[in-house]
């Protein structure tokens, strides 16, 4: 970016100072392993499938390509989101630190195949509320936990005087939705199926007079998403 200019009587034109604006950007992780087709939820040793690790990639790509510092790399303890931050790591020299606040929400279908699990009449209590929802953590509760890690990001150390640097957070499909619901003015309650959140998109924020504002999306796995098995929208 050329810095603007200003005219100073007696002294000609002369530069002024630009600062960069920080911009955190939450990353969705990419196709988990999944041939069971099972809710896994916060449930252990759901690795990447191969096709999502080259989802990965393209997200760590397009964050290369950006050419913007990043001052931190940050992923949800989950080992989804771990593999998936492992290509960023190396793309731009970053270590991983581990944010739980950015978790998958808990569900009582973890380990369930969702199809079968609602049919059986044991399951329909947990059924009752979508708006909540009855089954898991409350949307309000995911964005609360999201929003506070995200506060924190904007918070941390600057690269440099005039460099804050950006912070790249990988994180799961519905906690990113719910967030940029929230942010957006929007209603958290909605259809899974209609969440903009595709597997290893980028949405990105910046921080204006110390509110969020969403500032772009991008789907850099879109080439990818046709031969996706297990997209995870639940």
């Not at 929003?147 to 150390?157: G, K, N, V």
């Not at 899974?192 to 597997?199: F, G």
Request: one cysteine or more; charged letters at 20%.
């Amino acid at each position: 970016m050329r810095a603007p200019t200003q005219a100073i009587p007696g002294y000609g034109i002369r530069k002024l100072a630009v600062v960069a604006s920080r911009q955190v950007h939450l990353v969705r992780h990419g196709e988990v392993y999944n041939p069971d087709h099972v809710l896994y939820g916060r449930l252990p040793e759901f690795h990447l499938s191969p096709l999502g690790r080259r989802m990965a990639q393209a997200a760590a790509d397009e964050l290369a390509a950006r050419e913007r510092p990043v001052a931190a790399l940050i992923a949800s303890p989950l080992v989804r989101a771990q593999e998936s931050a492992a290509p960023i790591s190396a793309a731009l020299g970053l270590d991983i630190r581990t944010e739980p606040r950015i978790i998958e929400p808990r569900n009582h279908f973890e380990g369930k195949v969702m199809e079968k699990a609602v049919k059986n009449p044991i399951n329909w209590p947990w059924l009752v509320n979508p708006l909540r929802p009855s089954w898991g953590e409350a949307y309000r509760s995911i964005v609360a936990r999201m929003t506070e890690a995200m506060t924190d990001a904007f918070a941390l150390p600057p690269l440099s005087e005039d460099e804050p640097g950006d912070v790249v957070m990988v994180s799961h499909q519905l906690p990113i939705w719910v967030t940029h619901l929230a942010i957006a003015g929007e209603r958290l309650w909605h259809d899974p199926r209609q969440r903009r959140c595709n597997l290893s998109s980028i949405t990105s924020f910046e921080q204006v007079d110390g509110a969020f504002r969403e500032v772009g999306y991008s789907d850099p796995a879109a080439p990818f998403l046709e031969s996706a098995v297990d997209v995870g929208a639940v």
